[in-house]
């Protein structure tokens, strides 16, 4: 299949240019915060409209601030730190999931304190809100012709230009069904009832490091790291494992009733 060629500019009117990225960005956190609403509705009157759009605004600092970060930072810090400037360039492309996630979790620190809560009644709500927005960044990521998957000859294998003639996985779209749709579920229908501090948490930072880590085993890993351990194991994969264990231990772990 050819890559269907999608322009990375969504709108340009004059000096003024809107990249599709960007855009996904503004549909994750806006999903996030329309779901928040519909929990706050029924989390008996513990957050309200005004609380809801707060933390989203919270989330948003520490999710591009730590993604961005984060990239720079385990995937190619040589290049950004001759480079400072291209730190800045968002719209490229360029965000790590788990350098988001360091940033949310100093965002749910900081919302807790100012907002009198505890860090899992912030972490618990926000949860199975978030899916919906690895969606739209993995959708992102399709159209900007980034993190392709490795060379395959599956009938559904995708010809992306910039990464050359052969057919490659479209793993963006992987995590995107993966991340984006069945974790979504999984964790919304988890949530469904009170649960002890912590549990929703756990499985939404389980079942994403375990659908990560098996994406990575169809995703072309970054050209200037290759494969890390024994010619196999992606950074992708090395990040999760820790997340992944915290998560386990949150479900696993005694909690006073």
């Not at 269907?4 to 996904?24: K, T």
């Not at 360039?89 to 900081?110: D, K, N, Q, R, Y």
């Not at 995107?176 to 948490?201: D, M, T």
């Not at 499985?203 to 375990?210: D, E, Q, T």
Request: charged share 10%.
């Amino acid at each position: 299949m050819d890559y269907p060629n999608i322009d990375p500019i969504a709108v340009s009117i004059g000096p003024l240019v809107i990249h599709w990225y960007g855009v996904m960005y503004l549909v994750a956190f806006a999903a996030g915060g329309l779901l928040g609403l519909w929990r706050a509705k029924h989390a008996q009157g513990a957050w309200s409209s005004s609380l809801v759009w707060d933390l989203v605004f919270y989330v948003a600092v520490g999710a591009v601030v730590g993604g961005r970060l984060g990239y720079v930072i385990f995937y190619n810090a040589p290049y950004y730190f001759s480079q400072p400037i291209e730190i800045f360039s968002v719209w490229t492309g360029g965000m790590s999931f788990h350098g988001g996630l360091i940033g949310v979790i100093c965002a749910i620190v900081l919302f807790a304190r100012r907002f009198e809560k505890s860090f899992f009644e912030v972490a618990d709500f926000l949860a199975p809100l978030c899916a919906p927005g690895l969606l739209a960044g993995r959708i992102g990521n399709f159209i900007n012709q980034e993190l392709w998957g490795r060379v395959t000859e599956v009938p559904w294998g995708v010809v992306f230009p910039i990464a050359g003639p052969l057919p490659r996985h479209p793993s963006q779209l992987y995590e995107a069904g993966l991340e984006g749709v069945i974790l979504f579920f999984v964790v919304w229908i988890y949530s469904a009832s009170p649960k002890s501090s912590g549990r929703v948490s756990g499985v939404f930072l389980l079942g994403y490091s375990l659908m990560r880590f098996i994406v990575e085993f169809f995703r072309e890993p970054d050209a200037h790291l290759g494969l890390i351990v024994g010619n196999a194991i992606s950074m992708g994969q090395i990040l999760s494992i820790p997340v992944a264990l915290f998560g386990f231990w949150l479900l696993m772990r005694p909690v006073r009733s």
